[in-house]
Structures are given as C-alpha cells and as structure tokens.
C-alpha cells in the first residue's frame, strides 16, 4: 500500500529556462515555494543542447510533476515565458513540432492537479527560477567541457 503525501495546500511553482545560443546548451531551473513563501523545493538541472522554449517547457513539465510528488493539490504556475503561459492556456496555439510532445505531457501533468493557475509574471519577479535555470546550464557545462 502506498501512503500519499498530506497536501501541502497551494504550491507556487516558479520555472524557467535558459538557453545559451538558440540551440544552445540549456538547462532550468523551479523553484517551489508555499503560499507564506516558504521554499519547499528546487530543482536546477542541464538539458544539454537545446532551445530556450524547450527548456522553457521542461522547466513547466519537471516543476509540476515536483509538486505532484509534494501532494500538491493545488498550483500556480508562475513563468515569465509569456509564449508558454499563452500556449497552457489556450490562448496561443503550439506551432512548433518538437514542442508538441512536451505541451502534452504538461497538459496530462495539470489533468492531474484539483486546480491550476498560470500567471505570466516579469523577469524581475522570476529571478529565483532564473538562477536556478542558469545553475543547471553552468553545472552542465562544467561537467561536458573536455
């Protein structure tokens, strides 16, 4: 028998790419925080050569199922990626192919929660997933220099 985690209420998943060139090497970033700001989990990790909107949606993809994992209920998802938010919307259609896959698994990944809310939020007020998401670039490249 598997015990579920206690719900921690609503968590805000804060995610981001980064993308050194567009392709380039990439990485993201998530933070996870509670509703008092608390910081539950981060996660910053290398995707190695990629897009920018690839890693974008990654960042989307690993962050909730992060909050998943964490019994979350209830998410924000807060990105400042206005083409993501629009997209996990509705509003913008997913024109591009090779994002296609990963749009559908972050659809399936909200499918799963009782509530989500997406919020497109400035650059200034991402910076923690934004640094996150350049660790996971520079620990990459760290490890893949010969």
């Known amino acids: 028998m598997r015990i579920l985690p206690a719900d921690p209420g609503l ?13 380039g090497p990439a990485g993201f970033g998530v933070q996870i925080t509670d509703e008092r700001g608390t910081v539950v989990a981060e996660l ?10 690839v890693a974008e949606y990654t960042a989307a993809r690993e962050g909730l199922r992060r909050a998943a994992e964490l019994g979350a209920r209830r998410v924000r998802l807060r990105s400042d990626s206005q ?6 919307s509705g509003r913008y259609k ?5 994002l296609r896959p990963v749009y559908q ?9 009782d509530a989500v809310a997406l919020e497109h939020v400035p650059r200034e ?16 490249l760290g490890r893949h220099r010969a």
């Open 125 to 140: 007020r991402n910076r923690e997933a934004d640094r996150l998401a350049n660790e996971g670039v520079d620990g990459g």
């Open 94 to 98: 997913v024109k591009a192919a090779h």
């Open 105 to 113: 698994e972050i659809v399936s990944a909200m499918s799963g929660f």
């Open 83 to 88: 083409l993501l938010i629009e997209q996990l």
């Open 11 to 23: 968590l805000i998943v804060s995610c981001d790419g980064a993308s050194r060139g567009n392709p």
């Open 44 to 53: 910053a990790e290398w995707l190695g050569e990629t897009t920018n909107n």
